[in-house]
């Protein structure tokens, strides 16, 4: 089977929102100041759009990113991770906040529990 590719129904090419994306990531820049960037270069694009790709694609480049550097942690002989909890209010009920960080502060996972009992097996 054949995995679909993401960017299937958008019309700007994979690249350009990638380069939105990692611009509105990287640097300390609001979306109107990505959308500023882009449109020196030629690009038009609304930062309503530019916001619209962050939530839909930075889930996705994030695990890109993250998968090949675990993986290469993963064989070095001295990685180590840890889980923290914290809790967080949300509309007004308190949940656990769970996320597992490895030794340099990068988050792994994170995963919000309304119990805390029920983690991921």
Request: proline content about 4%.
């Amino acid at each position: 089977m054949t995995k679909r590719s993401p960017f299937k129904y958008f019309k700007t090419s994979p690249e350009i929102i990638r380069l939105a994306v990692m611009l509105y990531v990287r640097f300390p820049l609001s979306l109107r100041n990505v959308g500023d960037l882009l449109q020196e270069r030629g690009i038009d694009v609304n930062h309503e759009t530019i916001r619209l790709w962050w939530n839909r694609f930075g889930p996705i480049f994030a695990s890109e990113i993250r998968q090949p550097r675990v993986q290469q942690l993963r064989a070095f002989s001295r990685w180590q991770w840890h889980v923290d909890e914290v809790f967080v209010k949300i509309n007004g009920e308190r949940h656990d906040l769970w996320r597992a960080v490895d030794h340099e502060g990068e988050v792994l996972e994170s995963v919000v529990t309304k119990r805390r009992n029920k983690l991921l097996h």
